[in-house]
């Protein structure tokens, strides 16, 4: 499998507008086409970045993936215009699956599964925070990965939910970054 780790830098304050646009408007939209596993809002690290990670069985289906989203007209002409005016930088990573969970797994399993628009008055993030630790691949981890392709880096460890992301000491030598999940997020 192929994991894509996408990071979009938006202007600063942008991020509440770009994010309920996606959840009001896109996520039916992208998720009829790309298999999401993931979707967060960076809470440390560099400010106004949103992260999501979309799971490919392999380079052919990315592609079929990709091009099937080209021809979404309210995506295309609707969405993209007015979100990614709020985009300043994106990066993209791709991952291979070193260590699963059964969380994981299960989110990897839903990843075709078409997301609805958020409901009216529903929160658009979700309240306990995950983490990402880079150049640690640590146990007791939702999903850990090295990176096939894109900036050099990892292992990466994506650590569970919890209601105190922050850790207790300091990691030394690595990245840590608290990520809020978005309502819909599966992980």
Known sequence: MIHEWRSYRLKP???????AMLADEGLPLVT???????YWLGETGPLNTIHHLWSYADWAEREACRASLATEE?????????AFALVEEQENRFLRLTTSSPAFDAALAARRTVRPCRNAGAPLMARECAALVSGLALTGSVAVFETLSGAAGGPFSLLPRSADPVPAEPLSGVSHIVLRPLHFSPL
């Open 32 to 38: 009829r086409h790309l298999p999401m596993t993931g």
């Open 13 to 19: 304050g942008a991020a509440p507008i770009y994010l």
């Open 74 to 82: 309210g995506w295309v002409k609707g969405f993209i215009p007015r």
